[in-house]
């Protein structure tokens, strides 16, 4: 576990030595077919733009690779370039008073136009933007015609490979994004074909750097090119129709500083430098290294302003990488991704497409043709995105991860709280990726400290709260800076859903010392905050108030359409769920009683959650006519999915009611970002609708996914913009189809497609510490297995129309007991693996 204070360099330093492995090549692991796997992306073309770019990244240093002949574009980020700068924060110190405006307006006088309008006073400032930190370029010399091109990303290495031939010589270029160095890297080669008469041509470019930040560009000496750039100090979002959007402030200093220093290495063949740029010829490879950094210094810090105080910062990475050799910068990177990557396999259908389609041919014939293959390569390209963009020590994946090639860039790129950045974290614990999950843990620490003094400026409250929208700077005040749609604006309900992933990080792997260090006080103080926020509604119970249901709105009985009621049905979950989870985690650590029963009580006075005349779950506190019945979010549905207050075995008429709701929003429309389909998936796989389930996906897949995998938002007229959050909640839901562990039992295949009727998976974690894998033909289990990470009791329930036969470990047969629902409770013993056998 990470101490929560550690900061980048000193993580680097806490990277474990090499595995004596190593000096073997890091190609001698078995090839991705024996491990069962689909893993390649790959094209017949190049990409022409950003948007169909190929993407690698270290979780701190992102790249999107074009791949392009005569001129290849490397887009460059770094997750700390971020515009702004720490600030006193935007919490109105006449916050309590509005406050008190926008309840009364709303619980005594009914009057909910009057009360949005009032709540648009508690506003303070915009996020700040994330940035595009620039743009590599290679311009290699004019030559003959391209043939054999082929560009491809190898989601088992994390390497994006370039490879074209012209005449008699084949080019090949790797790129890889180093967790281990720390740098972007790049290798080409000139190789003449096996038995050509001539000698192969050789390689003879120029190398550049540009970006759209205020930049300068230089050679250092003959072989190093070295980028300074500042961001803007403001940067209005994309959405705002402002006068003067990005305001630089060097006056003041404030801004960014940031930089990339390139170093080329040619065998035979020369590099030096031209003006601002490098030129390399008659090499036959060169290895190119970049090194990125800014003068972040913390989310609470004014960043470093020194150019050479970052510089240095490059200078050293780059000095220590470029000692390294080529096969060492790759062996290095590949020791430490892949052992990440492989610790889930899946495979659906033949596990291949054995057509020889690229990804691009396959992904556009998905309609007409069932590919359960690229299924698994979308589930798995989620993965590879993940450990590309969220690492121990790094910023959490942000709206495009850590991508970007824009200065506004959609909604600033920044942490939206409602949805989208918890999304991004939804495959982390099942697909055993727990430690990517850390930068979202930081976050909330660090935005729980300026959520306290939101929490007591603004409303005059304990605890810690934030809003729909957070930044690298960690702003916890409502957005909008006073008219700002209430509907998204005002939404305060952050803090309970970060602590969910705080709660699952620990259900998952039973770590009592995370959850006393870590949650615990992070829960506490969301769970203060509620306690006062909590107010009489005038009936008896307590409710939320001003409460959004994110982002949708409701019709008054005049025509009118607002969006600020009582108790919405997704605060009223958050809470639940928050009060039950601490409530828990005072019994598990036993702590605090006093503070649970203040919690029970609170709990008894909730309003209760309600069912509309159509048998729905109801999204309000009443049941208001709706003018968007297809909204994207579906935030009541937050009950199934991804909090379990709502399961098949506790509240089945509960489940049949966010059924309806969820079949009321589907045939209105809902679903159609990628983010919406992909919460579409998880919750039909809660809901136990296999097939359903599978034409979510296929939903997905067709209507929000680029040929390149990268998941869509659809902006203005037939146009999209790439939203990352759909590439989470995609393969997050593909895990709960065939695993689900939320119910006080684990379940085996739970919503499996008929079209899935062949597969395996392994390395799945259940809650409670296990992973689990499961293989099946013609739609029935084969063959199971658990790992038990932990000593505990666990509930295992089969596939639908299965038996349990036995457990086994070895030859022995373990006693189990045999429940009347057909689940089996057993005692396994941390380190244990046991088979299940299907009668
Ligand atoms: C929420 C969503 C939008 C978009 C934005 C980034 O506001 O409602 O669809 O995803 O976040």
Same mark, same amino acid.
């Given at each position: 576990?990470?101490?929560?204070?550690?900061?980048?360099?000193?993580?680097?330093?806490?990277?474990?030595?090499?595995?004596?492995?190593?000096?073997?090549?890091?190609?001698?692991?078995?090839?991705?077919?024996?491990?069962?796997?689909?893993?390649?992306?790959?094209?017949?073309?190049?990409?022409?733009?950003?948007?169909?770019?190929?993407?690698? =990244?270290?979780?701190?240093?992102?790249?999107?690779?074009?791949?392009?002949?005569?001129?290849?574009?490397?887009?460059?980020?770094?997750?700390?370039?971020? &515009? /702004?700068?720490?600030?006193?924060?935007?919490?109105?110190?006449?916050?309590?008073?509005?406050?008190?405006?926008?309840?009364?307006?709303?619980?005594?006088?009914?009057?909910?136009?009057?009360?949005?309008?009032?709540?648009?006073?508690?506003? =303070?400032?915009?996020?700040?933007?994330?940035?595009?930190?620039?743009?590599?370029?290679?311009?290699?010399?004019?030559?003959?015609?391209?043939?054999?091109?082929?560009?491809?990303?190898?989601?088992?290495?994390?390497?994006?490979?370039?490879?074209?031939?012209?005449?008699?010589?084949?080019?090949?270029?790797?790129?890889?994004? @180093?967790?281990?160095?720390?740098?972007?890297?790049?290798?080409?080669?000139?190789?003449?074909?096996?038995?050509?008469?001539?000698?192969?041509?050789?390689?003879?470019?120029?190398?550049?750097?540009?970006?759209?930040?205020?930049?300068?560009?230089?050679?250092?000496?003959?072989?190093?090119?070295?980028?300074?750039?500042?961001?803007?100090?403001?940067?209005?979002?994309?959405?705002?129709?402002?006068?003067?959007?990005?305001?630089?402030?060097?006056?003041?200093?404030?801004?960014?500083?940031?930089?990339?220093?390139?170093?080329?290495?040619?065998?035979? /063949?020369?590099?030096?430098?031209?003006?601002?740029?490098?030129?390399?010829?008659?090499? $036959?490879?060169?290895?190119?290294? !970049?090194?990125?950094?800014?003068?972040?210094?913390?989310?609470?810090?004014?960043?470093?302003?020194?150019?050479?105080?970052?510089?240095?910062?490059? !200078?050293?990475?780059?000095?220590?990488?470029?000692?390294?050799?080529?096969?060492?910068?790759?062996?290095?990177?590949?020791?430490?991704?892949?052992?990440?990557?492989?610790?889930?396999?899946?495979?659906?259908?033949?596990?291949?497409?054995?057509?020889?389609?690229?990804?691009?041919?396959?992904?556009?014939?998905?309609?007409?043709?069932?590919?359960?293959?690229?299924?698994?390569?979308?589930?798995?390209?989620?993965?590879?995105?993940?450990?590309? @963009?969220?690492?121990?020590?790094?910023?959490?994946?942000?709206?495009?991860?850590?991508?970007?090639?824009?200065? +506004?860039?959609?909604?600033?790129?920044?942490?939206?709280?409602?949805?989208? !950045?918890?999304?991004?974290?939804?495959?982390?614990?099942?697909?055993?990726?727990?430690?990517?999950?850390?930068?979202?843990?930081?976050?909330?620490?660090?935005? @729980?400290?300026?959520?306290?003094?939101?929490?007591?400026?603004?409303?005059?409250?304990?605890?810690?709260?934030?809003?729909?929208?957070?930044?690298?700077?960690?702003?916890?005040?409502?957005?909008?800076?006073?008219? /700002?749609?209430?509907?998204?604006?005002?939404?305060?309900?952050?803090?309970?859903?970060?602590?969910?992933?705080?709660?699952?990080?620990?259900?998952?792997?039973?770590?009592?010392?995370? *959850?006393?260090?870590?949650?615990?006080?992070?829960?506490?103080?969301?769970?203060?905050?509620?306690?006062?926020?909590? !107010?009489?509604? /005038?009936?008896?119970?307590?409710? $939320?108030?001003?409460?959004?249901?994110?982002?949708?709105?409701?019709?008054?009985?005049?025509?009118?359409?607002?969006?600020?009621?009582? =108790?919405?049905?997704?605060?009223?979950?958050?809470?639940?769920?928050?009060?039950?989870?601490?409530?828990?985690? &005072?019994?598990?650590?036993?702590?605090?009683?006093?503070?649970?029963?203040?919690?029970?009580?609170?709990?008894? +006075?909730?309003?209760?959650?309600?069912?509309?005349?159509?048998?729905?779950?109801?999204?309000?506190?009443?049941?208001?006519?709706?003018?968007?019945?297809?909204?994207?979010?579906?935030?009541?549905?937050?009950?199934?999915?991804?909090?379990?207050?709502?399961?098949?075995?506790?509240?089945?008429?509960?489940?049949?009611?966010?059924?309806?709701?969820?079949?009321?929003?589907?045939?209105?429309? =809902?679903?159609?970002?990628?983010?919406?389909?992909?919460?579409?998936?998880?919750?039909?796989?809660?809901?136990?609708?296999?097939?359903?389930?599978?034409?979510?996906?296929?939903?997905?897949?067709?209507?929000?996914?680029?040929?390149?995998?990268?998941?869509?938002?659809?902006?203005?007229?037939?146009?999209?913009?790439?939203?990352?959050?759909?590439?989470?909640?995609?393969?997050?839901?593909?895990?709960?189809?065939?695993?689900?562990?939320?119910?006080?039992?684990?379940?085996?295949?739970?919503?499996?497609?008929?079209?899935?009727?062949?597969?395996?998976?392994?390395?799945?974690?259940?809650?409670?510490?296990? $992973?689990?894998?499961?293989?099946?033909?013609?739609?029935?289990?084969?063959?199971?297995? *658990?790992?038990?990470?932990?000593?505990?009791?666990?509930?295992?329930?089969?596939?639908?129309?299965?038996?349990?036969?036995?457990?086994?470990?070895?030859?022995?047969?373990?006693?189990?007991?045999?429940?009347?629902?057909? &689940?089996?409770?057993?005692?396994?013993?941390?380190?244990?693996?046991?088979?299940?056998?299907?009668?």
């Amino acid at each position: 576990m990470l101490n929560p204070v550690m900061k980048r360099r000193d993580f680097l330093a806490t990277l474990p030595a090499l595995p004596p492995a190593l000096t073997a090549s890091a190609s001698a692991a078995p090839p991705a077919s024996e491990i069962g796997g689909d893993f390649k992306l790959w094209y017949r073309k190049p990409a022409q733009k950003w948007v169909d770019g190929l993407p690698i =990244g270290n979780g701190r240093l992102g790249a999107m690779v074009l791949g392009g002949v005569p001129e290849e574009r490397i887009f460059l980020n770094e997750d700390t370039l971020w &515009t /702004g700068f720490p600030g006193p924060g935007g919490n109105d110190p006449n916050g309590p008073k509005y406050l008190a405006d926008v309840r009364r307006l709303i619980l005594q006088d009914k009057n909910y136009a009057a009360g949005e309008t009032a709540a648009k006073k508690l506003q =303070g400032p915009f996020t700040v933007s994330y940035e595009a930190l620039g743009e590599l370029h290679l311009k290699f010399d004019a030559a003959g015609p391209v043939t054999d091109y082929r560009l491809e990303l190898d989601l088992d290495s994390a390497l994006c490979n370039t490879s074209y031939r012209i005449e008699n010589t084949i080019f090949r270029r790797e790129a890889l994004a @180093s967790y281990r160095d720390q740098v972007i890297a790049l290798r080409l080669t000139a190789q003449a074909l096996p038995g050509a008469a001539e000698p192969g041509a050789k390689l003879n470019f120029t190398v550049g750097l540009t970006s759209l930040l205020k930049s300068t560009a230089a050679a250092e000496g003959d072989t190093r090119l070295r980028m300074t750039a500042k961001a803007p100090a403001r940067m209005d979002p994309d959405y705002l129709n402002s006068k003067n959007p990005v305001v630089y402030d060097d006056a003041a200093g404030h801004g960014m500083r940031c930089e990339a220093l390139v170093d080329v290495k040619a065998e035979d /063949g020369t590099v030096h430098a031209d003006g601002a740029v490098l030129r390399v010829e008659n090499a $036959t490879a060169v290895t190119l290294l !970049v090194a990125a950094a800014t003068g972040f210094r913390g989310f609470d810090k004014l960043p470093d302003l020194s150019a050479d105080a970052i510089h240095a910062r490059c !200078v050293q990475t780059l000095d220590a990488a470029a000692k390294l050799s080529w096969p060492e910068i790759h062996k290095r990177h590949v020791h430490d991704y892949l052992p990440m990557f492989r610790r889930v396999s899946l495979r659906l259908g033949a596990g291949t497409d054995a057509s020889g389609r690229s990804t691009d041919e396959r992904v556009a014939e998905y309609a007409s043709e069932p590919d359960p293959a690229l299924a698994a390569l979308y589930f798995h390209f989620g993965r590879y995105l993940l450990l590309s @963009s969220s690492r121990p020590g790094t910023q959490p994946a942000n709206l495009q991860g850590l991508w970007g090639d824009l200065l +506004r860039p959609p909604w600033s790129s920044n942490y939206t709280t409602n949805i989208n !950045v918890e999304m991004n974290y939804w495959l982390a614990e099942t697909c055993n990726l727990a430690d990517c999950h850390e930068p979202l843990f930081q976050l909330t620490e660090e935005l @729980s400290r300026n959520g306290a003094t939101t929490a007591r400026v603004l409303y005059n409250l304990p605890g810690w709260v934030a809003h729909h929208n957070t930044d690298l700077w960690r702003l916890s005040n409502p957005v909008g800076a006073k008219s /700002g749609d209430p509907r998204w604006a005002n939404w305060p309900m952050c803090a309970p859903w970060l602590c969910e992933h705080l709660w699952e990080h620990y259900a998952f792997s039973g770590d009592l010392e995370f *959850l006393r260090r870590r949650a615990w006080p992070l829960m506490k103080g969301a769970a203060e905050f509620l306690l006062g926020w909590l !107010v009489e509604d /005038g009936a008896g119970h307590l409710t $939320t108030c001003p409460s959004i249901s994110p982002e949708n709105g409701f019709y008054l009985p005049d025509g009118t359409v607002v969006t600020v009621d009582a =108790g919405c049905t997704m605060d009223l979950a958050l809470i639940r769920e928050l009060f039950g989870n601490c409530i828990s985690a &005072t019994k598990l650590l036993g702590i605090e009683a006093d503070f649970a029963q203040r919690l029970e009580a609170a709990l008894k +006075r909730l309003p209760p959650f309600r069912i509309g005349t159509q048998g729905q779950l109801l999204e309000y506190s009443q049941e208001f006519r709706e003018p968007e019945p297809g909204h994207r979010h579906m935030s009541h549905l937050y009950t199934v999915y991804p909090s379990p207050l709502f399961t098949w075995n506790k509240t089945p008429e509960w489940m049949e009611a966010a059924r309806k709701s969820l079949e009321i929003r589907l045939v209105n429309g =809902g679903g159609y970002t990628g983010w919406s389909a992909a919460w579409v998936v998880n919750l039909r796989a809660r809901l136990r609708d296999g097939d359903k389930a599978g034409l979510a996906v296929a939903r997905l897949l067709k209507q929000s996914t680029r040929l390149n995998l990268l998941d869509t938002h659809p902006m203005g007229q037939g146009g999209f913009v790439f939203q990352i959050d759909g590439n989470f909640g995609g393969p997050a839901g593909i895990a709960e189809m065939l695993l689900q562990s939320h119910d006080g039992e684990i379940t085996l295949l739970p919503a499996l497609p008929s079209a899935w009727s062949e597969g395996s998976f392994s390395g799945l974690r259940a809650r409670g510490g296990l $992973t689990v894998s499961v293989d099946w033909v013609n739609g029935r289990a084969t063959a199971a297995q *658990l790992s038990a990470k932990r000593t505990a009791d666990f509930t295992l329930r089969p596939p639908r129309a299965h038996k349990i036969a036995a457990l086994r470990q070895g030859a022995e047969s373990l006693a189990v007991h045999r429940n009347a629902n057909g &689940t089996v409770t057993v005692r396994l013993e941390a380190g244990t693996v046991t088979r299940v056998e299907f009668a």
